[in-house]
């Protein structure tokens, strides 16, 4: 079955920086495009960034060019380099795939997308 575990998550100073990871299986990791959502108490899951290799990266303007998306097909992981933390970014971090989802329009942030990972915490502190 698809699975997807999130990890790297933890607290860290504003202006730090961390690297999230999500491990895959499952599917067809070299196709499936894959997001990264984050959500805090109370609010919706919003997009914060996608990967495909047919569209290649999308951010969400609250995180470009602080964020890095990457991918290693070698070993089915994708990656989300989060630099300049700041408290605003704050919240559950989860990985997301789908089959047939891509990441060229503005569809890709909403939380509709089919396989979700547990989730790893971020928390940075002021």
């Known amino acids: 079955q698809v699975q997807l575990v999130e990890s790297g998550g933890g607290l860290v100073q504003q202006g730090g920086s961390l690297r999230l990871s999500c491990a895959a299986s499952?599917?067809?990791?070299?196709?499936?495009?894959i997001a990264w959502f984050r959500q805090t108490a109370g609010k919706e899951r919003e997009g914060v960034s996608c990967?495909?290799?047919?569209?290649?990266?999308n951010y969400a303007d609250s995180v470009k060019g602080r964020f890095t998306i990457s991918r290693d097909n070698k070993y089915n992981r994708v990656y989300l380099q989060m630099n300049s933390l700041e408290p605003e970014d704050t919240a559950v971090y989860y990985c997301?795939?789908?089959?047939?989802?891509?990441?060229?329009?503005?569809?890709?942030?909403?939380?509709?997308?089919?396989?979700w990972g547990q989730g790893t915490r971020v928390t940075v502190s002021s």
């Open positions: 990967l495909s290799m047919s569209d290649g990266e």
């Open positions: 499952g599917f067809a990791f070299d196709d499936w495009p």
């Open positions: 997301a795939t789908d089959k047939y989802r891509r990441c060229n329009t503005h569809s890709w942030s909403s939380p509709l997308w089919d396989y």
